[in-house]
């Protein structure tokens, strides 16, 4: 009876680790943390137009981590030629690609594994739009059919994700 009753407890707290694990830290929304600091930084450059700023400290399910940072100033993004992002954007503009991405950050890295899943279409088909996430620059090849996301695209492709998700 001992033996059942630890059982049960070790199966009771792995259900717990597990459910915490699922559930996202909830944040404080009144903590502008990041946003003071960077009105702060922005004035003390004498800059008036302001700007943005995204960041993110990742660990993918493969183990790989990701630290990133980037600052860009209003004016200077109003002033550039937004057309030269179109093609990014237009790589993402596909469900499947999207589903190919997540595959790929969540550790499938190779065409044959990505062939293996459902709904993502013939190999001909995937190594289309492969090629389209390539162009767009969201992944690149390591060789023999291997593909990642660059270093200085996983931040910036959660971020995407996250300002399109309700």
């Not at 596909?94 to 062939?115: D, F, M, Q």
């Not at 088909?125 to 200085?152: D, N």
Request: charged share 25%; net charge negative; no cysteine.
């Amino acid at each position: 009876m001992e033996l059942e009753q630890r059982v049960a407890d070790l199966e009771r707290r792995l259900a717990a680790l597990e459910s915490a694990q699922r559930t996202a830290p909830q944040l404080d929304e009144s903590d502008f943390w990041a946003l003071h600091g960077l009105k702060e930084q922005l004035a003390g450059l004498g800059v008036a137009g302001g700007g943005v700023l995204f960041t993110g400290a990742v660990r993918l399910p493969a183990g790989e981590r990701y630290d990133w940072q980037r600052t860009a100033l209003t004016e200077e993004l109003l002033n550039d030629d937004w057309t030269r992002a179109a093609e990014s954007f237009a790589a993402l503009g596909h469900p499947v690609r999207l589903r190919l991405l997540r595959e790929i950050l969540g550790g499938r890295r190779t065409a044959a594994e990505l062939a293996e899943l459902e709904e993502v279409g013939t190999t001909g088909q995937i190594y289309h739009h492969l090629r389209q996430l390539t162009g767009g620059g969201w992944l690149h090849t390591t060789g023999r059919g291997r593909y990642e996301v660059p270093a200085g695209r996983v931040v910036p492709l959660l971020v995407a994700l996250a300002v399109g998700l309700p």
